[in-house]
């Protein structure tokens, strides 16, 4: 009878489902295991991201006070290019570093990188005050773009080739015009490292 063939079918039925569904559910829960195992290996940093010219560099959030516009600093005598001077803001006094500078990047204008009592007086785009750091610092970049959520690029075996960049990551576009940059990702101690001498030992200093 139909009827008792489909009755005698059912469990059957029901244990093919469930044998299914048994195998979606592990699936998934590997597929699970296996995403948190990336994300754990390479987690999704909160950086401040910045503009250099035409290269994108991302500060660690947790460091980052204030943003403010570059605003004149007071020269340091015999401080490396990249020491712009002293700035005064919030009861504190902040050495002011030039990112690209830090970095050996090329002087947007020369003749201020060459002439320390330019500095103070050419001083444009966006200063970063620094907290946590070992002494009061602020870096000066050409525009701060945002706050951004990246992923670290796997990069194994491939050394970086400046050992301030710790590694890279891809910048939103939204913070990019709509296109999707590559960001230097700065590992704040080697950047500051070189300038935690006292103004009288800066002339050893090199970036």
Known sequence: MPGRTLAAALPSLRARAERLMDERTRSLAGRARADAAQDAAHPVLSVIACALGDEFYGLPLAMAAHVLPAAPCVPLPGAPPAMLGL??????????????????????????ASDPALHGRMMEGHVVLLRHAPRRFALRVDRVLGVAEVAPLQQPGQ????????????LPPALAGGRRPVLGLIDMDRLLQPYLSSPETFRSVTP
Do not use: I, K, N, Y
């Open 87 to 112: 700035l005064g803001r919030t009861g504190q006094v902040f050495s002011v570093l030039d990112l690209g500078l830090a970095l050996g990047r090329p002087a947007a204008r020369p003749e201020a």
């Open 159 to 170: 050394p970086v080739a400046e050992r301030m960049v710790a590694g890279h990551a891809w």
